[in-house]
């Protein structure tokens, strides 16, 4: 009888990806089912399959890759969140809400400022340009002042964890030379974090460099970024309640949903699915209901809204909506673009930073 695949366990996708690892160093062929929105009831996260013959073997295994993971649970120490900073306009929210979502979360905070030494300095000589290498004490005073700026707000920090204002929990500083967004992305590489929190100016205050430097780390980031408009009121993490999510019906936005679920938990927290459709067709409806049936078995306690929105030709159409439902927080799922496709074609999360005053939410599923 030819033997046949079975489902050994379903899992969130990065753990999956660790089994099937495992599981093939092992000789065990291994092969991951993303859940079929067409069939949501069919399970909870991704399938790991193998073949009949190897079961025995394979949950051994994955029983001993579990309790390794629940006693890392317990010592892990290595979870970040990156909130980068700009001590020349720099927007609280993004300290106030970048600790508190750390502390959630059982994270560290690195700051980051990034300074610019410039590579030279331009002078006019009866209207002819001459042009010089900036000397050393240019360069020790822009180190200086940045290093003074730093031990500021260290002390401004600490001084707020005294008080009560901010969550004791451990935070350090990245000081960087170059360009801010370039210097963003190449820690993320590097380092994965598990969230950036960056201030944005919103559509009341257009035109400010903050606002380009987040649109360009959003389009180019692989790790999710939470984008806080200096205008929002930020009274606590309990005051955000009211998320919602922007869907394609592509299988990873389920992966992007949760991750938003495990960032904002709680149990009040409500979600509302919002799918951008130049018109109304009955696949989406259809696709809606799926979603909707998912949630229902496999987050009974999450209360969930459905809703089809018109047109996606402009951004204020989705602001507006987001505006006049009192949504908290606008989450949705990006794909990494190239620097040709941005400046061509800007995605979706570039143009929200400069037509929305609500906090935007983006994965990089």
């Known amino acids: 009888m030819e033997d046949k695949l079975v489902t050994l366990a379903i899992r969130t996708y990065q753990r999956a990806q660790m089994i099937k690892s495992v599981l093939e160093k092992e000789g065990i062929e291994t ?9 949501p009831e069919m399970a909870v996260g991704v399938r790991v399959r193998i073949y009949e013959n190897d079961l025995p073997r394979a ?24 909130i980068p900073l700009d001590f020349a306009d720099y927007n ?23 300074y610019f030494s410039p590579a ?19 360069l020790r005073r822009i180190i200086t002042s940045a290093n ?9 920090i600490r001084k707020r964890i005294a008080a009560g204002e901010l969550p004791d929990i451990e935070f350090r ?3 960087k030379e170059g360009v801010p967004e370039d210097q963003i992305l190449d820690y993320c590489k590097k380092y994965n974090p598990d969230l950036v929190v960056m201030g944005t100016r919103g559509k009341k205050i257009s035109g400010e460099l903050i606002g380009s430097v987040t649109a360009e780390v959003i389009e180019s980031c692989e790790v999710p970024v939470f984008a806080l408009p200096a205008q929002m009121q930020f009274e606590s993490m309990d005051s955000i309640k009211r998320i919602a ?19 904002f938990k709680k149990d009040d927290l409500e979600l509302t699915f919002i799918h951008a459709s130049d018109k109304k067709q009955v696949w989406d409806e259809i696709m809606l209901t799926g979603i909707k049936t998912y949630f229902k078995n496999h987050y009974p306690l999450l209360k969930t809204n459905y809703e089809l929105v018109e047109s996606t030709n402009s951004p204020d ?29 800007p995605g979706l999360a570039y143009k929200m930073i400069y037509h929305s005053d609500v906090p935007l939410f983006v994965t990089h599923v």
């Open 173 to 175: 500083f990245e000081l």
């Open 92 to 114: 609280q929210n993004t300290i106030d809400i970048g600790f508190h979502t750390a502390a959630s979360m059982g994270a560290g905070v690195i700051m980051m400022y990034v």
């Open 148 to 156: 003074a700026d730093v031990d500021n707000m260290n002390n401004l």
């Open 31 to 39: 092969v991951i089912h993303n859940l079929n929105l067409e069939h």
């Open 245 to 263: 999510f922007i869907t394609n019906f592509d299988q990873k936005d389920l992966i992007a949903i949760d991750k938003v679920i495990s960032t």
């Open 120 to 138: 030279f300095t331009i002078s006019m000589n009866n209207d002819v340009s001459t042009y010089s290498i900036s000397d050393g004490e240019l």
């Open 317 to 345: 159409k989705i602001s507006a909506f987001v505006e006049n439902t009192r949504v908290d927080v606008l989450a949705f799922n990006s794909r990494r673009k190239n620097l040709f496709s941005r400046i061509f074609n």
């Open 59 to 82: 949950l051994k295994i994955v029983e001993d890759m579990e309790k390794a993971w629940e006693g890392e649970q317990e010592k892990e120490v290595t979870r970040r969140v990156l």
